[in-house]
């Protein structure tokens, strides 16, 4: 498995690109709705914001943050601006990670009902092929959204079989392998190499 971002600007077809993933099959963690998601009442986010910014931007009754109340706060204040996304962003990132490891967990489960590993064996198998410390080379593809909703489909679908026959983490994994490889037979040299000088002494 490896993590591809999907960006743009405002009413730029993102949703749109979005659905024709999950359409055809692909996890999507849409960070839009967990930024939502984490400034809901009571969550940790929500009372910094508050204890930040003061109860008027906040609904009366339900509790619920006024978006275009702070949005006009926040607008043209790059100072305040800091503060939200200093508040916001950590409680965003914690649960995009776990919402990726979850994606593992479906990986594992998936693994263990295809070929009927033990959950041990599937977790032994899926880190044989993906070491945690792995990170792909970026790739960059641009989506030219002007056009009918057809255009955007037909280039979304053809980004998509790029990125599922790419074999480039494999190449990846092997230049990783070989540097661990060649780390390791370094320092059983090394230590062979001491010790043998401190018996000849």
């Known amino acids: 498995m490896f993590l591809v971002a999907l960006t743009g600007g405002i009413a730029s077809g993102k949703s749109t690109v979005t659905k ?5 099959g692909v996890p999507v963690i849409d960070a839009d709705a967990i930024a939502r998601q984490v400034v809901e009442p009571g969550r940790p986010a929500w009372h910094k914001i508050k204890a930040t910014f003061g109860e008027e931007i906040f609904h009366a009754g339900s509790g619920e943050l006024n978006r275009e109340a702070l949005g006009r706060i926040i607008f043209d204040d790059v100072e305040k601006r800091r503060l939200l996304n200093e508040i916001t962003h950590p409680e ?3 649960t995009i990670y776990k ?3 979850n994606e593992e967990d479906i990986q594992v489960t998936r ?7 033990t959950e041990a064996e599937a977790k032994k198998r899926i880190k044989a092929q993906m ?5 792909c080379e ?3 593809f641009v989506i030219e959204n002007s056009g009918t909703l057809r ?3 037909e280039q979304t679908l053809k980004i998509l079989a790029i990125l599922q026959d790419s074999n480039q983490h494999w190449k990846i994994r092997g230049v990783l392998f070989a540097t661990a490889a060649l780390l390791v037979s370094s320092i059983a040299w090394l230590l062979n190499y001491k010790y043998k000088w401190f018996s000849s002494n």
């Open 20 to 24: 024709i993933f999950r359409d055809n």
């Open 92 to 94: 965003i990132h914690r």
């Open 99 to 101: 919402e990726v490891i």
């Open 111 to 117: 693994l263990m009902d295809r070929s009927q590993y």
């Open 131 to 135: 070491p945690l410390e792995l990170k």
């Open 138 to 140: 970026q790739s960059h």
């Open 151 to 153: 255009d955007t489909e």
